[in-house]
Protein backbone atom coordinates (compact mmCIF):
# COMPACT_ATOMS: atom_id res chain seq x y z
CA UNK A 1 0.00 0.00 0.00
CA UNK A 2 1.33 3.45 -1.18
CA UNK A 3 1.99 5.72 1.85
CA UNK A 4 1.14 9.70 1.92
CA UNK A 5 3.36 11.25 -0.98
CA UNK A 6 4.09 15.38 -0.61
CA UNK A 7 6.25 17.77 -2.68
CA UNK A 8 8.61 19.07 -2.70
CA UNK A 9 10.68 17.53 0.07
CA UNK A 10 12.45 21.05 0.58
CA UNK A 11 11.90 24.13 -0.27
CA UNK A 12 13.82 28.17 0.42
CA UNK A 13 12.01 30.81 -0.13
CA UNK A 14 12.30 34.84 0.57
CA UNK A 15 10.03 36.65 2.78
CA UNK A 16 6.86 37.92 1.16
CA UNK A 17 7.09 35.10 -1.87
CA UNK A 18 4.64 32.19 -2.25
CA UNK A 19 5.16 28.65 -1.73
CA UNK A 20 2.20 25.31 -2.50
CA UNK A 21 2.76 22.39 -0.95
CA UNK A 22 1.04 19.30 -2.48
CA UNK A 23 0.28 16.38 -1.12
CA UNK A 24 -1.39 12.53 -2.02
CA UNK A 25 -3.25 10.82 0.36
CA UNK A 26 -3.53 7.02 0.98
CA UNK A 27 -6.44 5.78 -1.74
CA UNK A 28 -9.71 5.43 -0.23
CA UNK A 29 -8.75 7.79 3.00
CA UNK A 30 -11.54 10.35 3.16
CA UNK A 31 -9.88 12.51 5.84
CA UNK A 32 -6.79 14.73 5.26
CA UNK A 33 -4.95 16.97 7.29
CA UNK A 34 -1.88 19.42 7.62
CA UNK A 35 0.28 20.34 10.24
CA UNK A 36 2.88 22.54 10.50
CA UNK A 37 5.70 21.16 12.57
CA UNK A 38 8.15 24.47 14.12
CA UNK A 39 11.76 22.79 15.38
CA UNK A 40 11.35 21.82 18.97
CA UNK A 41 7.39 21.78 18.99
CA UNK A 42 5.41 18.88 18.22
CA UNK A 43 3.17 18.81 15.03
CA UNK A 44 0.42 21.64 14.94
CA UNK A 45 -2.93 21.08 13.38
CA UNK A 46 -3.52 24.05 10.61
CA UNK A 47 -6.48 22.26 8.41
CA UNK A 48 -8.72 18.91 8.00
CA UNK A 49 -10.91 18.10 5.13
CA UNK A 50 -13.35 15.63 5.34
CA UNK A 51 -13.38 14.49 1.59
CA UNK A 52 -13.48 17.82 0.10
CA UNK A 53 -15.11 20.09 2.92
CA UNK A 54 -13.29 21.78 5.33
CA UNK A 55 -13.52 20.31 9.34
CA UNK A 56 -11.44 22.27 10.88
CA UNK A 57 -9.38 25.47 10.47
CA UNK A 58 -9.45 27.00 13.60
CA UNK A 59 -5.62 27.20 13.67
CA UNK A 60 -4.73 28.03 9.67
CA UNK A 61 -3.68 31.73 9.34
CA UNK A 62 -6.30 33.04 6.75
CA UNK A 63 -4.88 36.12 5.56
CA UNK A 64 -1.83 34.06 4.65
CA UNK A 65 -2.62 30.72 3.88
CA UNK A 66 -4.82 28.77 2.42
CA UNK A 67 -5.52 25.37 1.30
CA UNK A 68 -8.00 23.45 -1.22
CA UNK A 69 -8.66 19.35 -1.53
CA UNK A 70 -9.37 18.72 -4.97
CA UNK A 71 -12.01 15.79 -5.54
CA UNK A 72 -11.69 15.01 -2.06
CA UNK A 73 -8.57 13.15 -3.18
CA UNK A 74 -5.21 15.93 -3.47
CA UNK A 75 -4.61 18.66 -1.47
CA UNK A 76 -2.52 21.69 -2.09
CA UNK A 77 -1.53 24.54 0.91
CA UNK A 78 -0.36 27.18 0.05
CA UNK A 79 1.18 30.15 1.51
CA UNK A 80 1.18 33.71 0.43
CA UNK A 81 3.26 35.95 1.30
CA UNK A 82 5.26 33.85 3.55
CA UNK A 83 7.24 35.23 6.46
CA UNK A 84 10.02 34.13 8.28
CA UNK A 85 8.39 32.49 11.03
CA UNK A 86 6.49 30.07 8.49
CA UNK A 87 9.70 28.02 8.63
CA UNK A 88 8.60 24.67 9.18
CA UNK A 89 8.29 21.37 8.72
CA UNK A 90 4.79 20.96 6.63
CA UNK A 91 3.09 17.07 7.51
CA UNK A 92 0.27 15.81 5.10
CA UNK A 93 -1.52 12.97 7.28
CA UNK A 94 -4.56 10.88 6.09
CA UNK A 95 -6.96 8.73 7.76
CA UNK A 96 -10.29 6.27 7.19
CA UNK A 97 -13.50 7.93 7.44
CA UNK A 98 -13.89 9.21 10.49
CA UNK A 99 -15.91 8.24 13.49
CA UNK A 100 -13.45 5.15 13.43
CA UNK A 101 -11.08 3.96 16.41
CA UNK A 102 -7.88 4.18 16.75
CA UNK A 103 -8.21 7.21 15.13
CA UNK A 104 -4.83 6.34 13.45
CA UNK A 105 -3.17 9.17 11.46
CA UNK A 106 -0.88 8.37 8.57
CA UNK A 107 1.84 10.59 8.02
CA UNK A 108 3.82 11.61 4.80
CA UNK A 109 7.52 12.46 5.11
CA UNK A 110 6.82 16.76 5.19
CA UNK A 111 7.94 19.30 3.69
CA UNK A 112 10.52 22.08 4.87
CA UNK A 113 10.00 24.96 4.68
CA UNK A 114 13.29 27.62 5.04
CA UNK A 115 12.15 31.57 4.85
CA UNK A 116 14.77 33.77 4.65
CA UNK B 1 -1.67 27.36 25.90
CA UNK B 2 0.27 23.28 26.23
CA UNK B 3 -2.21 20.81 26.68
CA UNK B 4 -0.10 17.68 26.40
CA UNK B 5 3.37 18.11 27.98
CA UNK B 6 6.59 15.75 27.34
CA UNK B 7 9.14 17.35 30.02
CA UNK B 8 11.72 15.20 29.19
CA UNK B 9 13.14 16.51 25.63
CA UNK B 10 15.96 13.54 25.45
CA UNK B 11 16.56 10.12 27.36
CA UNK B 12 19.34 8.01 26.28
CA UNK B 13 19.29 4.19 27.68
CA UNK B 14 21.87 1.09 27.28
CA UNK B 15 20.65 -1.21 25.02
CA UNK B 16 18.53 -4.36 26.00
CA UNK B 17 17.31 -1.92 29.40
CA UNK B 18 13.85 -0.57 29.46
CA UNK B 19 13.04 2.83 28.32
CA UNK B 20 10.33 4.66 29.74
CA UNK B 21 9.09 7.81 27.94
CA UNK B 22 6.39 10.21 30.14
CA UNK B 23 3.61 12.43 28.92
CA UNK B 24 0.99 14.54 31.15
CA UNK B 25 -2.01 16.25 29.69
CA UNK B 26 -3.95 18.89 31.03
CA UNK B 27 -7.82 18.54 28.99
CA UNK B 28 -9.78 16.04 30.99
CA UNK B 29 -12.10 15.94 27.92
CA UNK B 30 -9.17 13.78 26.03
CA UNK B 31 -10.24 9.85 25.81
CA UNK B 32 -7.88 8.69 23.53
CA UNK B 33 -3.89 8.68 23.52
CA UNK B 34 -1.39 7.80 20.52
CA UNK B 35 2.15 7.60 20.58
CA UNK B 36 4.08 8.36 17.18
CA UNK B 37 7.26 7.55 16.44
CA UNK B 38 9.55 9.58 14.27
CA UNK B 39 12.99 9.27 12.51
CA UNK B 40 14.87 12.66 11.05
CA UNK B 41 13.77 13.25 7.21
CA UNK B 42 10.60 11.00 7.94
CA UNK B 43 6.88 11.40 8.81
CA UNK B 44 5.81 10.15 12.54
CA UNK B 45 4.15 6.89 12.03
CA UNK B 46 1.62 5.37 14.39
CA UNK B 47 3.43 3.03 17.28
CA UNK B 48 0.25 2.33 20.09
CA UNK B 49 -2.89 3.76 21.14
CA UNK B 50 -5.05 3.48 24.51
CA UNK B 51 -8.41 4.59 25.06
CA UNK B 52 -9.20 6.40 28.55
CA UNK B 53 -11.39 3.15 29.57
CA UNK B 54 -8.03 1.10 29.67
CA UNK B 55 -5.11 1.57 32.05
CA UNK B 56 -2.75 -0.45 29.48
CA UNK B 57 -2.19 -1.76 26.21
CA UNK B 58 0.54 -4.31 25.29
CA UNK B 59 1.74 -4.67 21.70
CA UNK B 60 5.25 -6.48 21.29
CA UNK B 61 8.01 -4.86 22.98
CA UNK B 62 5.60 -1.75 23.77
CA UNK B 63 3.49 -1.02 26.47
CA UNK B 64 1.04 1.96 27.52
CA UNK B 65 0.14 2.95 30.61
CA UNK B 66 -2.91 5.12 31.42
CA UNK B 67 -3.21 7.20 35.11
CA UNK B 68 -6.56 8.99 34.04
CA UNK B 69 -6.28 10.21 37.70
CA UNK B 70 -2.74 12.06 37.88
CA UNK B 71 -3.37 12.75 34.26
CA UNK B 72 -0.09 11.03 32.59
CA UNK B 73 0.67 8.00 30.82
CA UNK B 74 4.03 6.22 30.10
CA UNK B 75 5.48 4.36 27.06
CA UNK B 76 7.67 1.64 28.23
CA UNK B 77 9.84 -0.23 25.94
CA UNK B 78 11.41 -3.47 26.92
CA UNK B 79 13.72 -4.38 25.36
CA UNK B 80 15.28 -1.61 23.88
CA UNK B 81 16.96 -1.32 20.65
CA UNK B 82 18.98 0.29 18.43
CA UNK B 83 16.20 0.64 15.92
CA UNK B 84 14.41 2.76 18.61
CA UNK B 85 16.12 5.59 18.79
CA UNK B 86 14.04 8.39 17.31
CA UNK B 87 11.97 11.45 18.40
CA UNK B 88 8.40 9.82 20.06
CA UNK B 89 5.67 12.02 20.21
CA UNK B 90 2.45 11.44 22.70
CA UNK B 91 -0.36 13.14 21.30
CA UNK B 92 -4.21 13.01 22.65
CA UNK B 93 -7.56 12.89 21.24
CA UNK B 94 -11.34 13.67 22.01
CA UNK B 95 -14.02 11.45 20.94
CA UNK B 96 -15.61 13.01 17.66
CA UNK B 97 -12.92 14.92 17.09
CA UNK B 98 -10.26 13.91 15.24
CA UNK B 99 -7.84 16.56 15.97
CA UNK B 100 -4.93 15.15 17.50
CA UNK B 101 -2.87 17.06 19.99
CA UNK B 102 0.61 16.32 20.58
CA UNK B 103 3.24 16.96 22.47
CA UNK B 104 6.71 18.51 22.06
CA UNK B 105 8.68 15.20 21.27
CA UNK B 106 11.36 13.38 23.43
CA UNK B 107 14.81 12.21 21.18
CA UNK B 108 15.32 8.62 22.80
CA UNK B 109 18.58 7.48 22.25
CA UNK B 110 19.84 4.18 22.78
CA UNK B 111 23.73 3.46 23.22
CA UNK B 112 24.67 -0.20 21.85
Known amino acids: EAGVAQSPRYKIIEKRQSVAFWCNPISGHATLYWYQQILGQGPKLLIQ????????DSQLPKDRFSAERLKGVDSTLKIQPAKLEDSAVYLC??????????????FGPGTRLTVT | DQQVKQNSPSLSVQEGRISILNCDYT??????FLWYKKYPAEGPTFLIS?????DKNEDGRFTVFLNKSAKHLSLHIVPSQPGDSAVYFCAAIVFGNEKLTFGTGTRLTIIP
Open chain 1, 93 to 106: ASSLTSGTTPYEQY
Open chain 2, 27 to 32: NSMFDY
Open chain 1, 49 to 56: FQNNGVVD
Open chain 2, 50 to 54: ISSIK
